[in-house]
């Protein structure tokens, strides 16, 4: 942890929130980080990637990523970004996205490891600066085991509607890619032979709507199964609120958000209600407030009640009714997320 905080301390002696130029305007370096202490009122883990329990912790949120940019042309660049998220270790971090870019007027095409386009914030989902909670909705954007990349190519393509309006169409395309998954009691390896899908997006002058659908064909411990997975998102700004809403589909399980924000300068409380269904069972309740110290330094004090219902494990790692404990867990968070 402390080491963690030494970090963020020295990338935020660098000052503003600008990428640090390496040589001239063709090579630049970004990056961010989160850290946090955190506990909930009951000993099964919360969270299959960060694993919260009632004994205080400093790393079960910790996250440091590095971006490295280059433009080697006016229509092409290439871009990097390693990751060590909440799951990994600092030895062991994850390389996120790789990919080398053509970019036409209104077409980009990308080729290389890029991240799945299924939800509002999978752009910049590890970035905690980003967003006005400590952490993205963990009951919908954990709903993929934590996968969030892929290796293939992706196609964006923008075009104006009307005067206000932008649509974006993101088709992809991925080949194979594995991941293994520790869920807690077991190891998941997850082979995926195909991975394809279309993300659209319209962005108003005050509102982003996001459809997004994923097919895949996979196997999970050699056990082979599609998936269909449909998305849709909301991002609306009102004078100083913000209302957030997401929602996701498959044949295994339903999970969605509803979120309010509240911008007063540099003070955002913020209240959401999460709920799974189908597979999961599950429904979170969060109150939290946001101060940004600096445009890209903030700070988060965040109270969750997460309750696993009708006796399925919900965000535990385990059914806590087995081990004599309640449905219910209360959590605590104090996050620092900075970028650059």
């Known amino acids: 942890m402390r080491a963690v905080i030494l970090i963020v301390a020295a990338l935020a002696s660098w000052g503003a929130q600008a990428a640090v130029e390496l040589w001239d305007q063709y090579l630049t370096l970004s990056g961010f980080a989160s850290v946090s202490a955190t506990k909930s009122d009951n000993s099964v883990p919360l969270y299959f990637n960060r694993r919260i329990d009632d004994e205080w ?9 590095l971006q490295l940019d280059s433009r080697f042309s006016e229509r092409w660049r290439a871009s990097a970004q390693v990751v060590k998220r909440p799951q990994d270790s600092f030895s062991n971090p994850q390389f996120e996205w ?3 870019s053509w970019q036409g007027e209104s077409l980009e095409v990308r080729a290389g490891r890029l991240r799945m386009p299924l939800f509002l914030a999978s752009d910049y989902y590890f970035v905690g600066n980003a967003y006005p909670w400590a952490r993205p909705p963990v009951d919908l954007y954990d709903t993929l085991l934590g996968i969030t990349a892929f290796n293939g190519i992706d196609l964006i393509y923008h075009r ?4 206000e309006l932008e649509l974006t169409v993101h088709p992809f395309y991925g080949g194979h890619n594995h991941e293994d998954v520790d869920v807690g009691p077991l190891v998941l390896e997850v082979e995926t032979d195909i991975q394809t899908g279309l993300s659209l997006r319209l962005n108003g002058p005050s509102y982003t709507l996001n459809a997004s659908y994923l097919h895949a064909d996979y ?9 269909d997975i449909f998305t849709l998102g909301l991002h609306y700004e009102w004078q100083e609120w913000e209302l957030w809403a997401e929602y996701e589909t498959d044949k295994l399980q339903n999970a969605g958000y509803l979120g309010l924000v509240w911008n007063l300068e540099r003070w955002r409380p913020y209240l959401m209600v999460a709920r ?3 597979r999961i069972e599950s429904v979170s309740y969060l109150g ?5 110290l600096l445009p890209n ?4 004090l965040e109270y969750q009640l997460s309750d696993a219902l009708d006796g399925s494990e919900g965000q535990f790692l385990v059914p806590p009714q087995l081990l004599g404990e309640p449905s219910q867990a209360s959590l605590v968070t104090l996050m620092l997320s900075y970028n650059f």
């Open 57 to 65: 912790c400093y790393d079960c949120d910790t996250t440091v990523g």
């Open 98 to 100: 790789g990919y080398l």
């Open 160 to 163: 104006s509607v009307g005067e």
């Open 219 to 227: 196997t999970i411990n050699e056990i082979p199964d599609v998936l």
């Open 276 to 278: 799974n269904w189908k």
């Open 288 to 292: 939290g407030i946001r101060y940004d």
């Open 297 to 300: 330094l903030s700070l988060n």
